[in-house]
């Protein structure tokens, strides 16, 4: 079956340090990928996506690339911000459904 | 324009009664999905509605949980007998087209069920 592994949590930077979630995917076919995120008091939103291998999928400054050679959608952000703390969640569809990580708590600090 | 709507936003409730949780979805939107989301995990797949197409029930864990979907709006996810190990935020989704694999998802704020 599918199945999506995240980089343990929960992960503290200082503002405008790199980040990496490491993200990697079993899947059957040819599965589309997603990161969603979930701040604080809020609902979980679309934070990027992409749908084929080599695409890449970018926002916020957020960046993914979908490499099917390592099954891997690693996200990345180049100077995080205060406001980015939040959860997490890496995410692929295959069908109608989708299969979720655990989810990486992100803490960033001022 | 409004996103998915989620009633109630908070329920609690005594070990042993049923409880029934509403979705209201983007209009126009014909997929709608049922996620659970227990506490420091990811979200489970219980059940995707499709049009009038027979829903998808596998992700459904007991026969205590069930859900249905009026045409292409209002869902209710109903779970009877209620247990301790039921307690989650319950969160629905829908989306534009088919239901197939490019398609994203919008998520409603969820409810959150806590079973003394």
């Known amino acids: 079956g599918n199945s999506v592994t995240q980089m343990e949590g929960p992960v503290t930077l200082s503002e405008e340090a790199f980040l990496t979630i490491n993200c990697t995917y079993t899947a059957t076919g040819y599965p589309s990928l997603f990161w969603y995120v979930q701040y604080p008091g809020e609902g979980l939103q679309l934070l990027l996506k992409a749908t084929k291998a080599d695409d890449k999928g970018s926002n916020k400054g957020f960046e993914a690339t979908y490499r099917k050679e390592t099954t891997s959608f690693h996200l990345e952000k180049g100077s995080v911000q205060v406001s980015d703390s939040a959860v997490y969640f890496c995410a692929l569809s295959s069908g109608s459904r989708l299969t979720f990580g655990e989810g990486t708590q992100l803490t960033v600090n001022p | 324009g409004a996103g998915v709507s989620q009633s109630p936003s908070n329920k609690v409730t005594e070990k042993g009664k049923d409880v029934e949780l509403r979705c209201d979805p983007i209009s126009g939107h014909t997929a709608l999905y049922w996620y659970r989301q227990r506490l420091g995990q990811g979200l489970e797949f219980l059940i995707y509605?499709?049009?009038?197409?027979?829903?998808?029930k596998s992700g459904l864990p007991s026969d205590r949980f069930s859900a249905e979907r009026t045409g292409e709006s209002v869902s209710t996810l109903t779970i009877q007998r209620t247990q301790q190990e039921d307690s989650a935020v319950y969160l629905c989704?829908?989306?534009?087209?088919?239901?197939?694999?490019?398609?994203?998802?919008?998520f409603g704020p969820g409810t959150r069920l806590t079973v003394l």
């Open positions: 509605f499709q049009g009038n197409s027979a829903p998808d």
């Open positions: 989704a829908s989306s534009s087209r088919t239901g197939g694999r490019t398609d994203t998802q919008y």
